[in-house]
């Protein structure tokens, strides 16, 4: 049986992502905290926090990652003529705790959420930092849709998205992935598969190679992406 590493809380580090379990699939660690320096640390070594309410904070790295890159976005006919009629408007990092806020709301395909208090607390602190930001759509000046995530160098790592209207979180995603080519970021890491992501052009990614180009592009300098849409 294996044993799953406990993070003290003092000392920032973490285990080899190769060492993540096989069952359940890509779980790394346990422990530690939510602290700016240490998820920016898990972020560029590839690792992130996922865990419910309740339940100690685990860290995980998946193998295979799931990827979308800004030039292999399938953009779907319905979805195209949504883009053309215009009758929204996008912002970014204009409403953050709104967009985190919206992605942890109850759906209903899901019984709870991970976005705990802790964890909102937690990226809106990054938020602060510059480094963790949000895309906010519009209609009728209601908030319909949005995506968080952490941007570091080279690479957006997405955390979540919600609708409140219809292809709300589409939009959001196809404007993030346009401004991410505008700065030159290659990769957005979507985390883990699921059919609305492979939908608009999600692919896996072996974690090995997923790891050697994270390398390369947080070692570049980031883009000044606050408020920039």
Known sequence: MSVLPWLPSGKLAFPRPEQALRDPPGLLCAGGDLSPARLELAYRHGIFPWYEAGSPILWWSPDPRTVLRPETLHISRSLRRRLNRRDYRVTM??????????????????????????????????????????????????????????????CFFGESMFSQRSGGSKLAMVHLL????????????????NP???SLGARPMRRAAFLAELKVLTARPAPPTRGVL
């Open 93 to 154: 990092d204009q409403a953050f705790d709104a967009v985190v806020a919206g992605c942890a709301a109850p759906r209903a395909d899901s019984d709870g959420t991970w976005i705990t208090r802790e964890m909102a607390f937690a990226y809106g602190r990054l938020h602060e930092l510059g480094l963790a930001h949000s895309v906010e759509v519009w209609i009728d000046d209601e908030l319909a849709g949005g995506i968080y995530g952490v941007a570091i160098g080279g």
């Open 178 to 193: 346009g401004q991410m080519q505008a700065w030159d970021m290659p990769l957005l890491d979507c985390q883990l598969h």
């Open 196 to 198: 609305h992501l492979a």
